[in-house]
């Protein structure tokens, strides 16, 4: 079975920092894609971060370039999203999903259309001004 866990959310005041962790079990392939979306209840999904995990090829939305990273723990199948100089605009819920991807070149493509199979259950974060 698996399982996507994300963790590290809370409220912020604007120009501060988030450590999201999204925690992946069960999935028995090696090679595959993994992203950050967040949401607001009403709004359009939007993807901010992904990486494939065959080669460590990163995306990263442009909303969040220059103050956000992406990264992956092999070890413990973690992967984190670091967010820096958050604003309120950033305040949504964020879900971690998880996607078969052939190559790096897939990942782009796949933060837009997917496949989304494998979803966590999500994490509040909220940037007060």
């Known amino acids: 079975q698996v399982q996507l866990v994300e963790s590290g959310g809370g409220s912020v005041q604007a120009g501060g920092s988030l450590r999201l962790s999204c925690r992946v079990s069960?999935?028995?392939?090696?090679?595959?894609?993994i992203g950050w979306f967040r949401q607001a209840s009403g709004k359009r999904r939007e993807g901010v971060a992904a990486?494939?995990?065959?080669?460590?090829?990163?995306y990263l939305d442009l909303p969040v370039q220059g103050r956000s990273t992406i990264s992956q723990d092999n070890a413990r199948n973690i992967f984190v999203f670091e967010i820096d100089s958050l604003k309120p605009e950033d305040t949504d819920m964020y879900y971690c999903?998880?996607?078969?991807?052939?190559?790096?070149?897939?990942?782009?493509?796949?933060?837009?259309?997917?496949?989304?199979?494998?979803w966590g259950q999500g994490t509040q974060v909220t940037v007060s001004s």
């Open positions: 999903a998880l996607g078969h991807c052939a190559s790096a070149l897939d990942l782009g493509p796949w933060v837009v259309r997917g496949p989304f199979p494998y």
């Open positions: 069960g999935y028995t392939s090696r090679d595959y894609c």
């Open positions: 990486i494939y995990t065959g080669g460590g090829a990163k």
